[in-house]
């Protein structure tokens, strides 16, 4: 919804950023983007526009470039690689102005880029426009990203683990700016993280992935303080806590995402879940609805798993 922030989480390899490129259909020519439906409804002058993204053939052509810019826009992880080298700055963000807007004057497209500049808090824009990627540091290019994601007021934008790259001080400026200007535009965000103190402090609410599928779903309140996947809860585990002493060891979930190319029959996480039942390595389990927000794909809830054997706190009954 406008306004408001969906968190995808989830440890590296479970699909987030590949998920978030199949909506964008920057998956490449040869991928097939497979799915029940990829709507989006867009807010033109207060009318509603309904595109099928899978029913956009051409993931290069008019239809979906006209979608990119003025209605999705994207944030990419690494700024080194997200600007082209030999392009100055200035004129990369620009182009998306320029391209959707026909008719408008360099110059016009020019004033645009140093306000979005000076909204980012980019020094000297009217000099540093002219400069080349090189010319700036990380935590500048990623403002530039930004920028060029920014400049045409996209009604939704993808911020795939925008602050990975950068380090820890300038990780939370960038964050603050990407929701200074969201509140400002009345965008949609979907931020892709596997950072939970940023999931809390930003988010709306929270989609848990792994191994390609949402297994639980909820708001903020909900996933962190009533999560009930096994996955979610580990994720959460593995976070350090202020109040711990320095002699406990931090929780570390073993193993690593299954292999997708041959994905295990059942559920997904069952080689690593220390609940697991016969059940989970023979079906994939079904959904649970907790709330009208919060649900969860895990056999410990569903009545028809026998749970008799496992801890009472981990098993919650559907509402
Ligand atoms: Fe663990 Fe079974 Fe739940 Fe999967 S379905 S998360 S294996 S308890």
Same mark, same amino acid.
């Given at each position: 919804k406008r306004?408001? =922030?969906?968190?995808?989480? #989830?440890?590296? #390899?479970?699909?987030?950023?590949? =998920?978030m490129n199949s909506i964008m259909r920057f998956t490449g020519k040869n991928a097939i983007v497979k799915a029940d439906s990829i709507q989006y409804n867009a807010l033109h002058d207060g009318k509603v526009t309904e595109y099928h993204l899978e029913s956009i053939t051409k993931p290069n052509g008019p239809e979906m470039r006209a979608l990119r810019g003025p209605d999705l826009s994207m944030v990419f992880q690494d700024p080194m690689s997200s600007l082209n080298p030999v392009y100055k700055v200035g004129d990369q963000v620009a182009e998306g102005l320029l391209q959707h807007n026909k008719g408008m004057k360099k110059a016009e497209a020019r004033e645009k880029v140093l306000e979005m500049f000076r909204k980012l808090g980019i020094p000297d824009p009217e000099e540093r426009i002219d400069c080349y990627p090189h010319q700036f540091s990380g935590g500048m290019k990623q403002r530039v990203v930004i920028a060029i994601a920014m400049i045409c007021n996209p009604e939704l934008i993808i911020c795939d683990e925008p602050t990975t790259a950068l380090d820890v001080t300038i990780q939370a400026q960038i964050m603050e700016l990407i929701g200074e200007l969201q509140k400002e535009l009345d965008m949609a965000m979907i931020l892709v993280t596997h950072d939970l103190g940023v999931v809390a402090s930003v988010a709306d609410k929270i989609q848990v992935m792994y191994a390609g599928k949402i297994v639980e779903r909820g708001d903020v309140r909900e996933i962190f303080y009533q999560s009930t996947h096994p996955y979610t809860r580990a994720l959460l585990d593995s976070v350090p806590k202020i109040h711990s002493t320095n002699k406990e060891t931090l929780y570390s979930l073993k193993g690593t995402p299954p292999?997708?190319?041959?994905?295990?029959?059942? %559920?997904?996480?069952?080689?690593? %879940?220390? +609940?697991?039942?016969?059940? %989970?390595?023979?079906? +994939?389990?079904?959904? =649970?609805?907790?709330?009208d927000t919060q649900e969860c794909n895990c056999w410990l809830h569903d009545p028809r798993a026998d749970v008799s054997n496992l801890p009472e706190n981990m098993i919650r009954r559907r509402q």
């Open positions: 306004g408001k =922030t969906l968190a995808v989480v #989830g440890e590296s #390899g479970c699909g987030k950023s590949v =998920t292999d997708l190319i041959n994905p295990p029959v059942g %559920c997904s996480f069952a080689p690593r %879940c220390e +609940y697991g039942m016969n059940i %989970c390595r023979k079906k +994939y389990p079904e959904l =649970t609805k907790f709330s």
